[in-house]
């Protein structure tokens, strides 16, 4: 089954999942059973995702761990179509394939759209310790990313790779809320539910705020993101909810206890 949205068909004359895979362009990324690479058609960019079967292993560990498996590209498409659903800006979804019946074996693509013209956040944040942004800039986005937490998680999404560095901005932005434009990418691992179990949601705020640490935020600065992300008087969350806030910085303190120490300024690499 191959899904080609009828806008781009005439970039694409490529029939099957297989001629899509076997495309040149520049790899990106190679992880065990996926590869993804950038091609250009017309002047315009795209990304190909081509899974293959995980395998058996991979399933019954997830299931062991009570986790559902993710067997291919599937998984990220039907995220990008719930995050555009939710007025979450992500990438946008070109075509998606997948083939077989043996779950551990099944192949399947995905084709985005290039977001041109961006860069992640973490390169976009990270020379703010030595050199501070304009507090209205550093708002703004610390709003909006409050605003894109709370929205998942209200709606029971949680993005397991909730980090800076897989939220792209669209630069240049003259720092208006209008013109910002933060689209999260890399949701191969999102999970969808009804409700957003509590677990979820500390390790993604957790994540984020590890993610931050080193680019200068003061404290009022995440003051701010837990009065937006609740919606609710500061007050009163920071009474309410201290004991979901102690597992988020727990969390964050954790994934910083891992961090590999920085290289010094004479060494040999």
């Not at 070109?94 to 759209?113: C, H, R």
């Not at 790779?161 to 901005?169: A, E, M, P, S, V």
């Amino acid at each position: 089954m191959l899904k080609l949205y009828d806008k781009y068909r005439p970039m694409f004359p490529e029939q099957s999942l297989e001629e899509f895979c076997a495309l040149d362009g520049e790899v990106f990324k190679r992880i065990q059973n996926r590869r993804t690479f950038r091609i250009e058609r017309d002047g315009q960019g795209f990304f190909i995702k081509c899974h293959h079967g995980v395998g058996w292993r991979e399933i019954f560990k997830n299931l062991l761990q009570l986790r559902p498996p993710i067997l291919g590209a599937g998984n990220e498409w039907r995220a990008i179509h719930r995050l555009q659903e939710l007025g979450v800006e992500t990438m946008t979804p070109v075509a998606y394939g997948e083939q077989g019946w043996n779950p551990a074996a099944i192949d399947s693509l995905l084709i985005t759209e290039e977001l041109a013209g961006c860069v992640s956040l973490e390169t976009y944040c990270e020379g703010w310790q030595q050199n501070p942004p304009k507090p209205k800039l550093k708002w703004t986005l610390i709003r909006r990313l409050a605003q894109i937490a709370r929205m998942l998680h209200e709606n029971g999404v949680n993005h397991r790779d909730f980090y800076l560095c897989h939220f792209l901005i669209a630069i240049p932005w003259d720092d208006t809320e209008e013109n910002l434009h933060l689209h999260l990418i890399d949701l191969h691992r999102v999970q969808v539910r009804r409700t957003t179990p509590r677990r979820w949601v500390v390790k993604d705020i957790g994540s984020l705020w590890f993610s931050a640490m080193q680019i200068g935020l003061t404290q009022r600065d995440l003051l701010r993101f837990i009065r937006v992300y609740r919606d609710l008087p500061l007050r009163q969350t920071l009474s309410d909810d201290a004991a979901f806030w102690d597992e988020v910085g727990a969390r964050a303190m954790a994934l910083d206890a891992t961090r590999p120490p920085p290289k010094s300024e004479g060494a040999v690499v």
